[in-house]
């Protein structure tokens, strides 16, 4: 079986904004930030595997933590013209590229309004978030009117680890193992915290998709369910209201993360480019073949959740 597949989880930055992205790298880091910057910038590169027959779409965000200053900002305007330019994006190339707008989730009322217009006017199809901000998590006070947005216009919420400090510090000199660990970490935080911080309770309608990263708390969610603030346990929440992506294409992992959320619940999604070892089909197909799924599973994940999950398929 040939599969149709939608990657959910790419990254792109258009050219006309400056990559800070080898400023706070570890030295020997930024070779690889360097040559990392040219394949985000690259809009030609985005459309190779479509072209080649190896993916059928890709859902790209541009995270602002790749163009932010040393505090980890980036200025209000310039989140507008990231918006500005993903739509154009998407125009040029209809059906092969899907648009999540980035958002400054941590900056209030301001934040809801660029949601707003990035999916009403733009034709944005979801939103892209940090995990945290600080020592603030996506459940802060700040983040609500946005999420409260995206629940009200059906809008998923990519909720995208960052690099929490102290604790990248701490995991640095174990490689980037260590800097994935505290990267997983702060994902797998997030989904607790939007668990037990009672926003999914508050907001039923609302639909957040977590990298694979963020298993770890998905599995500390779901196995230990009776520990839950939430009536009843948090796994009928999870179930209804989460989505993980399959970064790494592991089986085991991929099996798991079924067995916990649900076949409807996984979406195809690589971390491109900053993970781009080769074709993804292949490597999909692999894994879907390995843990036994049916067909109709197989095309659930590869390409169908993420359709439905951006409003292209009733």
């Known amino acids: 079986m040939t599969l149709s597949v939608i990657d959910f989880h ?6 006309r904004f ?26 030609a590169a985005l459309l190779d595997d479509i072209f080649s027959g190896d993916l059928t779409a890709r859902v790209v965000n541009a995270p602002a933590a790749l163009i932010a200053d040393a505090e980890g900002r980036v200025p209000r305007e310039k989140i507008a013209a990231i918006n500005d330019e993903l739509a154009g ?3 040029r190339h209809p059906g092969h590229i899907h648009g999540l707008a980035t958002i400054d989730a941590y900056d209030g009322e301001h934040a809801a309004k660029e949601l707003e217009r990035a999916i ?15 020592d603030r998590l996506i459940d802060a006070p700040e983040a609500r009117p946005t999420l409260r947005v995206a629940a009200e216009l059906g809008a998923p919420v990519f909720v995208h680890p960052v690099n929490p400090q102290p604790l990248t510090d ?8 260590g800097t994935l660990l505290a990267r997983g970490t702060v994902n797998s935080a997030a989904l607790v915290a939007l668990l037990e911080g009672g926003v999914f309770a508050e907001l039923p309608r609302l639909k957040v998709v977590v990298t694979a990263l963020a298993f770890g708390g998905l599995a500390l969610a779901g196995g230990f369910s009776h520990y839950s603030l939430l009536p009843g346990g948090a796994l009928e929440t999870l179930r209804r ?15 798991a993360s079924i067995d916990l959320l649900g076949e409807t619940h996984v979406l195809a999604g690589s971390d491109w480019p900053i ?8 490597k999909l197909t692999k894994a879907l073949a390995e843990i036994g799924l049916s067909d109709g599973a197989k095309k659930l994940i590869a390409s169908d959740n993420a359709l439905s999950l951006l409003g292209l398929r009733n």
């Open 89 to 91: 994006l998407v125009s």
């Open 18 to 43: 400056e990559l800070t992205t080898t400023r706070g790298a570890p030295a020997d880091q930024r070779g690889r930030w360097a040559a990392l910057n040219l394949k985000l910038a690259d809009e």
């Open 10 to 15: 790419n990254h792109h930055v258009p050219a």
């Open 241 to 255: 209201q989460v989505w993980i992506d399959t970064m790494g294409f592991d089986p085991v992992l991929l099996r």
């Open 170 to 177: 701490q995991l640095a000199p174990y490689g980037r193992l």
């Open 120 to 134: 009403k006017v733009l034709g944005l199809r979801g939103v892209f978030v940090d995990s945290a901000r600080g």
């Open 275 to 282: 993970v781009s070892d080769g074709p993804i089909q292949p």
